[in-house]
């Protein structure tokens, strides 16, 4: 029943898609300002007879396709893009341009694929509602703002998603990754990391340039900070566990002559587990504490959480079923098991606040000849362009169509009537 339900990914249909990732590409948002985005897609599910909502928890979108007696699938898509300048070359690159949460107006660019996640559910939509004599029930689609800030998943819990719209019995969806489009990897337990992100100030005592005796130097006290950090992970945390802690900013000072007053730091964290989570966390604090009082800072170092992803963790008897439903259409040899990856993902929030399982997988958009030449040669991590890359360009097909037969037939695995 599942391969005649995707008699409706035809070649019209496959074209129509293409045409709309286009659009989408070029025309990216910020996250929370998807406000072209949302009113795009809004206009393609009334087109396929969706009950639409927008506004929901911001910019989010909700489609409801009703077809009778049966469990309701969760679908989610993300929609925002980033702040980067697109340097692909394609055709169809943005140049569009936003207002950064700083007031600064920056590039914007779809460099996480969300673009093509948006396509992939709209075409999954078109044609589960081409072919309601294939199953039952109803599907939830959500379509997400605010993922890169990590945001808009919650916002939309918080909007009454659930109470408003009905409790699905699971939550799927999926992220383009920088393996051969066709491909399909998905990963039982931990699957996406949990992140931490901070903004730590380190205050000491500025003074001029040539007189250290009269300074406490935060620019030393930031250095030896940073270097200390990087024992956090390999001297810290079991060689069996996994984390991340990455300086990704260090702003201090102005001048060569003046001796600052404050260093300003910011701390990126990857971990799976809420004891690694916990042990790394206390041990970034331990660390910053320590090097400010060896300093002999007069003032404590501020340590201000910014973005917080929790760890997206899939359930292993909801993996086991899209397996099934992806090997049995794509073939064995094209759905992979990745491993968890160090990326994060709001995603989880929806399954956490409905207290159901979550399948959430990825999908290659690399042209396979390119990532086959690339591994030939050893360079996958060099040549291949991933996501948050100003040259990230998932080739549209296989990448669409994959996309698209993936959200259909892991859904049909649910919905009943097949
Ligand atoms: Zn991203
Ligand atoms: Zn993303």
Redesign the pocket.
């Given at each position: 029943m599942g391969d005649r339900v995707l008699d409706g990914l035809d070649d019209t249909l496959r074209a129509e898609l293409a045409a709309l990732y286009r659009e989408l590409h070029a025309a990216p948002e910020l996250s929370g300002a998807e406000h072209g985005t949302a009113a795009e897609i809004a206009a393609r599910l009334r087109r396929i007879d969706c009950e639409v909502t927008t506004g929901v928890g911001g910019t989010g979108v909700v489609g409801l396709l009703r077809n009778g007696d049966g469990p309701t699938v969760m679908l989610r898509a993300?929609f925002?893009g980033l702040p980067v300048r697109e340097q692909t070359g394609l055709p169809y690159a943005s140049t569009a341009t936003g207002v950064d949460p700083d007031g600064k107006e920056v590039s914007v660019m779809h460099a996480?694929?969300?673009d093509m996640?948006v396509t992939c559910l709209v075409g999954a939509l078109t044609v589960l509602a081409g072919a309601r004599e294939g199953w039952s029930g109803t599907v939830l689609a959500v379509f997400q703002p605010a993922?890169?800030t990590a945001t808009g998943a919650q916002a939309m819990v918080d909007d009454g998603l659930f109470e408003r719209f009905g409790r699905p019995e699971v939550v799927l969806g999926q992220?383009?990754a920088p393996y051969p489009a066709g491909m399909v990897g998905v990963h039982a337990g931990p699957a996406f990391a949990a992140t931490d992100s901070l903004r730590i100030t380190m205050f000491g005592r500025g003074a001029h340039g040539s007189r250290p005796e009269a300074a406490i130097d935060p620019v030393v006290m930031a250095a030896a900070t940073v270097l200390r950090l990087q024992t956090v992970v390999s001297r810290e945390i079991a060689a069996t566990e996994t984390a991340v802690v990455t300086v990704g900013s260090l702003q201090a000072g102005t001048k060569d002559n003046i001796i600052p007053a404050e260093a300003e730091l910011k701390v990126n964290i990857r971990s799976y587990t809420p004891e690694v989570r916990a042990a790394v966390l206390a041990g970034v604090e331990r660390i910053v504490r320590a090097e400010a009082a060896a300093s002999g800072a007069t003032r404590e170092p501020e340590i201000t959480p910014l973005d917080r992803f929790p760890a997206l963790v899939n359930d292993p008897a909801a993996v086991d079923r899209a397996r099934a439903a992806l090997v049995a259409v794509l073939g064995e040899r094209a759905v992979v098991d990745p491993g968890p990856v160090t990326?994060s993902?709001d995603v989880g929030a929806f399954g956490a606040a409905a207290g159901v399982p979550t399948c959430y997988w990825l999908f290659g958009g690399t042209d396979p000849a390119e990532y086959a030449r690339a591994e030939a040669a050893g360079r996958v991590a060099q040549d291949i362009p991933s996501?948050?890359s100003p040259h990230f360009a998932p080739v549209i097909e296989p990448t669409l169509g994959t996309g698209v037969t993936a959200l259909v037939m892991v859904a049909l695995a649910w919905l009943g009537g097949q």
């Open positions: 993300d925002d996480c694929g969300h996640h993922e890169e992220h383009v990326g993902e996501n948050h």
